[in-house]
């Protein structure tokens, strides 16, 4: 007992006492059994009587805590109630990651070490996880959180789960609720109005230490009603938040952004194993597939996880037909989680967004923002937004986006038709193409045009002139193939980026009318001169 109260007193840990057919006043100030058995170690240990002079101060000290008198109570239903208040307690929350926590103590550790938690008062508070949907944002937060909750001397600590869809069905109120319950153990507040709500965290929470955890905020003004001012809060408070878009970070003032990283190559083979063979090794018959799968995966946590259960117990010809048939059909699950990321996109991010999905991932920057500019995306402030929102990353001047964003692009892209390419508004292969020229009789709805080069276009048949006039719609159009005829009679009047490498023709069609090109480009191509006749343009 004198152990356990040094531990209290010195360790800051928590103890819980219980009183089992024993009044706790009787512990207290030692009478009835327990004065009896201090007069028999009293004569036992009268030459280290200080010894047990500790023993009546630690049990004197330990009886006056807050603790469970069972007495003359059910006892299973004690015994369940001692056990959920000590897990609340604890805080544990991470039980349910246990199996899929590959690489995850670096990590924490490194996150710990952002936090300054063992440092004097700085002025540090904020620490914002940012991240992609799948990335591990939430695992980490989690994991984090219950390393620091019971290991730091914090008054109150608070973890808040998906805040973003708390916030969209019940408000910041439903929000701030869950943190006073949390944190002060309130449960009658159905009666408080907004403003006394942001009354009791102002005058409570900001006097106690806190550790405050927002899951998945997707928009600043989730965090801007709550009515907590990092400034104001008590000295050594930390309030970890986890978003995808970096931006809600810096409005809010975060004293550090943590940018969570993709799995590197052995933890992505560790963790598919793991889900796939149940253990860290796999047979030998799987050595070429293995690397197909985290070569798809790019060393996302969730997509690694997703495919690993799918393909464990199956067999390597199963494996081979997944594989073959993720390019069309991505894993319903995965885009599922990702989906969300496109739905908080504005409208013409939204088509930068496509347009990068389909046609751009590796591309130059500059010739991206080019192509956008013409089309009036403005991609000036619209790259860097879906860059705040981790869709794309810049790196050495070229736009690069995840696989798994890719699909999620192309799979919207397609909709709800994904057999019928003439509905698709924007095409990236010739095959489609041609399948949408060839059954489609009116229009066809593409709106832009960028065929990839490496395809092979030979086993299909050059398209007609009476295909081409079905592009009303098209405003972009790049190509470098020869698998159209050599004078056709129509191009788009809604073009308004060209750029056709090794065009056949030797003229434009006498009717088309570029009044929204804002580039034309034709390397080796067939051209003498724009137009054979002279073209007036009023």
């Not at 800051?12 to 327990?34: C, I, N």
């Not at 439903?174 to 005058?203: F, W």
């Not at 001012?229 to 050594?236: A, S």
């Not at 496109?342 to 939204?350: A, D, M, Q, S």
Request: proline share 3%; glycine share 6%; net charge negative.
């Amino acid at each position: 007992m004198t152990a356990i109260d040094e531990c209290r007193a010195k360790l800051k840990q928590t103890v819980f006492p219980v009183f089992y057919d024993v009044d706790p006043s009787h512990v207290r100030k030692q009478h009835g059994v327990y004065e009896n058995a201090f007069v028999v170690h009293t004569e036992t240990f009268k030459h280290e009587p200080h010894r047990v002079d500790g023993w009546k101060r630690a049990m004197t000290c330990l009886a006056g805590l807050a603790g469970k008198d069972v007495r003359n109570k059910p006892e299973f239903e004690e015994i369940k109630t001692i056990v959920q208040d000590v897990i609340k307690a604890l805080g544990h929350k991470f039980s349910s990651f246990a199996d899929d926590l590959v690489g995850i103590q670096i990590r924490v550790e490194a996150l710990k070490s952002q936090l300054r938690l063992n440092s004097e008062d700085d002025g540090f508070r904020v620490l914002g996880i940012w991240g992609m949907d799948g990335i591990g944002k939430t695992t980490l937060a989690t994991v984090l959180y219950d390393t620091i909750s019971h290991h730091f001397q914090f008054d109150a600590c608070c973890f808040i789960e998906n805040v973003s869809t708390i916030y969209r069905d019940g408000g910041a109120i439903a929000v701030q609720k869950q943190i006073l319950h949390q944190t002060l153990k309130e449960k009658n507040l159905d009666d408080y109005s907004p403003s006394e709500i942001s009354g009791i965290i102002t005058h409570r929470l900001y006097n106690m230490k806190l550790l405050l955890v927002l899951d998945d905020v997707d928009h600043f003004e989730q965090l801007q009603q709550l009515h907590i001012n990092p400034k104001l809060l008590c000295p050594g408070s930390r309030i970890i938040i986890t978003t995808r878009d970096v931006h809600i970070l810096e409005l809010y003032g975060a004293d550090r952004i943590h940018e969570v990283e993709l799995m590197n190559k052995d933890e992505a083979r560790e963790l598919l194993c793991t889900k796939a063979f149940k253990s860290d090794n796999s047979s030998y018959d799987y050595a070429e597939l293995i690397p197909k799968v985290l070569i798809y995966a790019q060393g996302l946590p969730l997509a690694i996880r997703v495919m690993g259960s799918f393909l464990y117990n199956r067999n390597t010809t199963q494996w081979r037909a997944t594989l073959e048939g993720l390019e069309n059909n991505p894993d319903s699950g995965i885009m599922k989680v990702l989906q969300s990321s496109f739905e908080g996109l504005e409208g013409r991010e939204k088509e930068i967004f496509l347009h990068v999905a389909c046609f751009f991932e590796g591309e130059r920057e500059d010739y991206v923002r080019r192509i956008l500019d013409a089309c009036g995306l403005h991609p000036d402030i619209g790259i860097p937004v879906i860059a705040e929102k981790s869709l794309i990353t810049i790196r050495n001047q070229e736009i690069h986006m995840h696989k798994m964003l890719q699909e999620l692009g192309k799979k919207n892209v397609r909709g709800q038709h994904s057999d019928e390419p003439s509905l698709w508004s924007r095409l990236w292969l010739y095959g489609d193409l041609h399948d949408a020229m060839i059954t489609k009789q009116g229009a066809v709805k593409a709106k832009a045009i960028i065929l990839n080069q490496r395809e092979d276009v030979r086993k299909f048949k050059k398209l007609r002139d009476e295909d081409l006039s079905k592009l009303e719609n098209l405003k972009v159009l790049i190509l470098s193939h020869s698998n159209f005829p050599a004078s056709f009679k129509f191009l788009s009047d809604s073009l308004h980026y060209l750029l056709w490498n090794g065009c056949p023709l030797t003229y434009l069609p006498s009717n088309f009318e570029p009044y929204n090109l804002v580039e034309l480009n034709m390397p080796d191509s067939s051209i003498v001169q724009l137009w054979e006749d002279i073209q007036v343009f009023l």
